[in-house]
């Protein structure tokens, strides 16, 4: 069964640090994955596109990976800002079925001064 | 210029009564959705149309049903509405494949009394 898993489900850091965010998934044939920003009362839009061949893909303070063999990707936010705070979902894509996204449950990133 | 726009924003109704929401975009996608988000946030499919042709219909009630007059638009109009029916509302659009990125609308919140 095509899945798509995200932990943690939600985090607070400081303003100023790191964190990591992590999507493990269960989705056959792969087509693509993507980590989508989702502020408060806005819909998701999407930060990045990994591809099977791609490793590291950066978009400003947002970087993400992708272990297509152990079916795993992360979002690593740099330097978190307050604008940070916003829900962030991967959505991976399949070749075949009617249906082809995929969509994890989420992390909500509560960033605090 | 907004590209997926849906309306309304927010609607409060009561148990029964009927209700619709509008969608439009204008990034020239051919395949339009619905999504509807619970409490958990979590982003369930209803349905999708290709060119104006249903192509997912994921097991929702009958009392939903989409209308799309031209591959730009996509209605959700809603009958005898019920309390569970409360959610916040995403239509969304994509190029051809339906692996392509996801452009959301700002969601409709609906709530039912």
């Known amino acids: 069964k095509n899945q798509v898993e995200q932990s943690p489900q939600s985090l607070i850091i400081l303003e100023g640090k790191n964190c990591t965010l992590q999507?493990?998934?269960?989705?056959?044939?792969?087509?693509?994955l993507r980590w989508y920003k989702q502020d408060t009362g806005r819909g998701p839009v999407s930060l990045t596109i990994m591809t099977f061949s791609e490793n590291t893909k950066s978009n400003g303070r947002y970087t993400a990976t992708l272990d297509a063999d152990t079916k795993q990707s992360s979002l690593h936010i740099t330097a978190s800002q307050l604008s940070d705070s916003a829900s962030y979902i991967c959505v991976v894509s399949a070749t075949s079925g009617t249906y082809k996204y995929i969509f994890g449950t989420g992390t909500r990133l509560k960033v605090l001064a | 210029d907004t590209a997926v726009s849906q309306t309304p924003k927010y609607l409060v109704t009561q148990m029964g009564n009927d209700k619709s929401i509008k969608c439009e975009q204008n990034?020239?996608?051919?395949?339009m959705y619905w999504y509807k988000q619970d409490s958990k946030k979590f982003l369930k499919i209803m349905f999708s149309y290709n060119n104006k042709e249903l192509i997912i219909n994921e097991t929702v009630p009958n009392r939903f049903s989409p209308k799309s007059p031209d591959k730009a638009h996509l209605n959700l109009h809603i009958n005898s509405l019920e309390l569970g029916d409360s959610a916040v509302y995403f239509c969304?659009?994509?190029?051809?494949?339906?692996?392509?990125?996801?452009?959301f609308g700002e969601g409709s919140r609906l709530t039912v009394l």
């Open positions: 969304a659009s994509s190029h051809g494949s339906n692996t392509g990125e996801l452009f």
């Open positions: 999507c493990n998934y269960t989705v056959s044939p792969f087509s693509n």
């Open positions: 990034l020239g996608h051919d395949t």
